[in-house]
């Protein structure tokens, strides 16, 4: 079955130290990856996505990705966390065939950031 | 730059009230969603629309019509809401094509008393 697994429910971090947040997957095909990020009382903004190519992805914020095909892995990080960073993260699997609808989303990683 | 609009932000419902969330997108999308969010259970897909004029349900359609008259909006009703029915909604569109990104509304909170 198709799933997306972050095991890290909270994270705490203090400012100006390196972050990563981890996303497993199970999916038949390689999938298309992206990382969303919900500010409180927001909605989801896409920080970045993985469709082929470099397997290192850099999205917004400073945030980047790796796509681990061996380890079934698209761990996100950042080298420096700010205070503003303080959101819940999500990773989520997306449709590989036009027409196809459905998109897997993680139960979301809720990051800290201590001052 | 609207993207996907949601309204109400906030709503307090009683017991067996009913009420619509609208959805509105202006990237020309053919697909529509609403989700549902709650704590520690992630997003849950309630109903979806490839198209104008079609629907069809998610993982959670119970309790919850949708509709679809025009490509650009995605209304999501409550007939009878419940206190299960609290919760934060979230509305979101995509172009259909393979890859695609998925884009979210800020979210409805939804009180039911």
């Known amino acids: 079955a198709q799933s997306v697994t972050q095991p890290d429910i909270h994270i705490t971090v203090s400012e100006g130290a390196s972050l990563e947040l981890r996303c497993n997957y199970s999916y038949g095909a390689t999938p298309y990856l992206f990382w969303y990020v919900q500010s409180p009382g927001q909605g989801l903004q896409l920080l970045l996505k993985y469709f082929s190519g470099d397997t290192l992805v850099q999205g917004i914020k400073g945030f980047e990705a790796e796509f681990k095909r061996s380890q079934s892995s698209f761990n996100l990080r950042k080298p420096s966390v700010h205070w503003s960073d303080a959101a819940e993260y999500f990773c989520?699997?997306?449709?590989?065939?036009?027409?196809?609808?459905?998109?897997?989303f993680g139960t979301g990683t809720r990051l800290k950031v201590l001052a | 730059n609207a993207g996907v609009t949601q309204t109400p932000k906030f709503r307090v419902l009683k017991t067996g009230q009913s009420m619509t969330l609208l959805c509105a997108q202006d990237?020309?999308?053919?697909?529509m969603y609403w989700y549902r969010q709650d704590p520690g259970m992630g997003l849950r897909l309630i109903h979806y629309?490839?198209?104008?004029?079609?629907?069809a349900k998610g993982e959670v359609p119970d309790g919850y019509n949708v509709s679809r008259l025009k490509k650009q909006n995605f209304l999501l009703g409550l007939e009878s809401a419940a206190p299960s029915q609290t919760s934060v909604y979230f509305c979101a569109s995509s172009d259909g094509s393979t890859g695609n990104t998925i884009y979210f509304g800020e979210g409805s909170w939804l009180t039911v008393v």
């Open positions: 990237m020309n999308h053919e697909y």
């Open positions: 989520a699997v997306g449709p590989t065939t036009s027409g196809t609808y459905k998109y897997i």
């Open positions: 629309s490839v198209g104008e004029g079609t629907t």
